[in-house]
């Protein structure tokens, strides 16, 4: 089997929309990509995973593709496309692109046609149901507010839309729709690229009958994910597009699967089970959200932090690969969520990439982390854009919420947060663009970009280049064991790693206070290099006991 060698890579996430913009339309593109790919390489990435540039009305800012092998005119073209991948290939990096096959645009040509009859041939590409009685199918409530259900005139029939209305599920029972899927991956693939990004792959098998959460229940809504997470065909189908596409390319797969567990997960990524590589697990995702949701916002403990963490290192040791994230499109920026983006900007930032670099997985930067972007609070609601963000604002508004607690659930998860244009400089607009953004650009552009990033030696965008070359110069990977020290200690997580002759140890300070450092009496060694901190730390310092500073990181190897 060709050598994994996504075990020993750095992804980079990509934003296109918000990365750069060549043109000054305001939006970005991949021209602006390209203009930017000697930074990618500086900063040591070896994968880009770009975010979907398909042609799309946009209404989930290309989340909803109308057509999979041609590029959005806001983008570009297929040839700059051909371009960008040149550029990454010549420069020893790698792509991978975004698929998104749980559902299409309902503008894609299949939909147009699906909706036409009940007997055209397209209709069941799709998921239509009859109503009852006057009711939708059932009473599952879609990701994005409202009814999972939508209405359709034309053939008085409703069709499935797990997430907005506009982005129809695709009907994966359909043994026609999975060839077409897998026959536009080959496209994909045969145009060189290295693997793909599977978003919300593990929801594309719904339970047949499609039931309701609370039978006969009208009047709200209810999550379904019983009867569409991780549901009765997904192994099985994704066990068919490994046989027919992946396995016939040296790719990688990564798929992102809300509400999966560890043992689900070993399901996906097992290397005898012919799926996954790695898949995105949201756990770390809801440790600040109450019983219900994401905009039930609750502070996060650390503690759940280190035992969830501690649980997929253990569950996937010698079974499978983690993947390795704190942030992304759809998230707030880590450093503002578990960080300290006032203060200890600089410290904490470098904390949390410590933890992500030195664990079993494949790291995955998000832009602007590593330059230590934050979030944002824009004045009114007018200025925010994420349809999941909008959505919600009208539902709570509507069920009598007050303004003042909407505002501050998306000031603290709202995806915006991590949309916001990429800080390259402290021109205008942040030097994203010459035009007007088609999002605000975070006000703290002209303290935190990549310009100034760029000439301080101890800048977050350095520590993040030392980190990514520690990773292949200690070989990170190659440390398999994972032990948790301090457990109980609210403040520091530690941990070592460990291979059969040397042992990595990881000493993290969470919080904004000084915190004591102990080392587990059993643990041998002769002597300790320090391989990297976030503060002058002594060099042979006795580390047996370590009064850590305010978000300190060490990194020991132990020999
Ligand atoms: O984070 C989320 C779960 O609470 C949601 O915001 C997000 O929609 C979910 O993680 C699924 O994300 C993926 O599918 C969506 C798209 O909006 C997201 O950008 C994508 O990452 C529908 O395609
Ligand atoms: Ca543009």
């Known amino acids: 089997m060709a050598k994994q060698w996504w075990k020993d890579s750095v992804v980079y996430q990509i934003y296109p929309r918000s990365f750069m913009d060549s043109n000054g339309d305001g939006i970005g593109d991949l021209k602006g990509i390209i203009s930017k790919l000697d930074y990618l390489q500086t900063l040591g990435v070896d994968v880009v995973w770009l975010c979907p540039v398909y042609e799309s009305p946009n209404d989930d800012n290309g989340y909803d593709i109308s057509n999979y092998q041609s590029i959005m005119k806001d983008f570009g073209t297929l040839a700059d496309w051909e371009e960008l991948l040149k550029g990454l290939h010549d420069r020893g990096m790698k792509l991978i692109m975004d698929l998104v096959v749980n559902h299409s645009s309902d503008e894609h040509a299949w939909f147009v046609e699906s909706r036409k009859s009940k007997d055209n041939e ?36 409703y069709f499935l839309h797990l997430f907005s209305k506009k982005q129809p ?22 145009k060189g690229i290295d693997g793909f990004r599977m978003d919300v792959i593990n929801l594309i098998s719904k339970v047949p009958e499609l039931p309701s959460v609370v039978e006969g229940n009208h009047d709200s809504y209810h999550f379904g994910g019983d009867y569409f997470m991780n549901g009765p065909r997904v192994h099985e189908y994704l066990q068919e597009m490994n046989r027919e596409v992946l396995s016939k390319y040296d790719i990688m797969t990564v798929g992102e699967a809300i509400g999966v567990t560890p043992e689900e997960a070993a399901l996906y990524v097992g290397e005898e089970r012919n799926e996954l590589n790695m898949v995105f697990h949201f756990e770390l995702m809801d440790v600040d959200s109450g019983e219900h949701g994401k905009w039930d916002v609750k502070p996060w403990k650390l503690s759940d932090i280190k035992r969830i963490i501690k649980k997929w290192q253990l569950e996937l040791q010698d079974k499978g690969w983690n993947s390795l994230y704190l942030n992304n499109h759809d998230q707030p920026r880590m450093l503002s969520r578990f960080g300290n983006d006032t203060v200890y900007h600089k410290e904490s930032a470098k904390m949390l990439a410590t933890l992500l670099h030195t664990l079993q997985g494949t790291p995955y930067i998000y832009q602007g982390e590593e330059i230590g972007m934050t979030n944002v609070k824009f004045a009114s609601i007018e200025e925010y854009k994420d349809i999941e963000t909008l959505n919600m604002y009208q539902e709570q508004l509507a069920a009598g919420k007050d303004v003042d607690s909407i505002m501050n659930s998306i000031y603290v998860k709202g995806r915006d947060n991590g949309r916001t244009p990429m800080q390259w ?21 002209e303290q935190i970009n990549v310009e100034q990033a760029l000439q301080d030696p101890e800048s977050i965008f350095h520590y993040y280049k030392k980190l990514i070359e520690l990773r292949k110069v200690h070989n990170v990977t190659g440390y ?14 530690a941990y070592i790693r460990s291979n059969n002759e040397e042992q990595l140890l990881v000493i993290l300070n969470f919080t904004g206070e000084p915190a004591s450092f102990v080392l587990d009496e059993d643990i041998r060694y002769q002597r300790n290099t320090l391989l990297i901190s976030n503060y002058d730390a002594a060099e042979s310092e006795d580390i047996r006991h370590i009064e850590l500073r305010p978000y300190e990181a060490r990194v020991y190897k132990l020999l």
């Open 122 to 157: 397209y209709r069941d590409y799709y998921i239509w149901r009859p109503g009852q009685d006057g009711h939708a199918p059932n009473d599952w409530g879609s990701f994005f507010s409202g009814s999972a259900w939508q209405y359709d005139e034309q053939t008085e029939e």
């Open 169 to 190: 599920d695709l009907n994966w029972e359909n043994p026609k729709l999975r060839q077409e899927v897998y026959d536009m991956m080959k496209w994909w693939l045969d």
């Open 425 to 445: 400089s402290s021109d205008r607009h942040a030097g994203f663009t010459k035009g007007m953004p088609w999002i605000s650009v975070n006000p703290n552009y």
């Open 480 to 493: 398999s064991n994972y032990r948790a020290l301090m457990e109980d200690n609210d403040r520091i997580f």
